[in-house]
C-alpha cells in the first residue's frame, strides 16, 4: 500500500494538474463554510491509516511516507511552491529508499 501511495501520488502527473490545484482550493473554501464536510475525509484517511498499518512496515514508516505526500500537495495547493517535477522525483526516490532501507 505505502509503495503504491508513493508511485501513484509521485509518478502520474494527473495527480498535479492545474485543475485539480483549483479544485483541491475551492474543497478548502467550503471546508472553511462547512466543517462538518470534513468528517468523510476524516473517514478516508482512517481507512487508509487501517491500510498502511497492515503494510507490515516498522512503526511510523507510513505516517512518514502519507504526511511527506500531504505536505507536498498542500504546499502546491496553496501556491507556496509550485509543481516542480525533478523535486517530486527527488522526494519519491528518498522515501522509496527509506520504505527499501525499512523492509531490510
Known amino acids: 500500500m505505502t ?3 508513493i508511485d501513484h501520488c509521485l509518478t502520474n502527473d494527473d495527480c498535479w494538474t492545474d485543475e485539480l490545484q ?3 482550493a475551492v474543497v478548502f473554501t467550503a471546508l472553511v463554510q462547512d466543517p462538518q464536510l470534513l468528517q468523510p475525509m476524516r473517514d478516508a484517511y482512517e481507512e487508509l491509516h487501517e491500510r498502511l498499518a497492515q503494510d507490515r512496515l516498522p512503526p511510523g514508516v507510513s505516517e512518514v511516507v502519507l504526511s511527506a505526500i500531504d505536505g507536498l500537495w498542500l504546499n502546491w495547493v496553496l501556491g507556496l511552491s509550485p509543481f516542480d517535477r525533478p523535486r517530486i522525483n527527488r522526494v519519491r526516490q528518498a522515501l522509496k529508499d527509506m520504505v527499501e532501507e525499512a523492509l531490510n
Open 22 to 24: 483549483s479544485f483541491s
Open 3 to 5: 509503495r503504491g501511495i
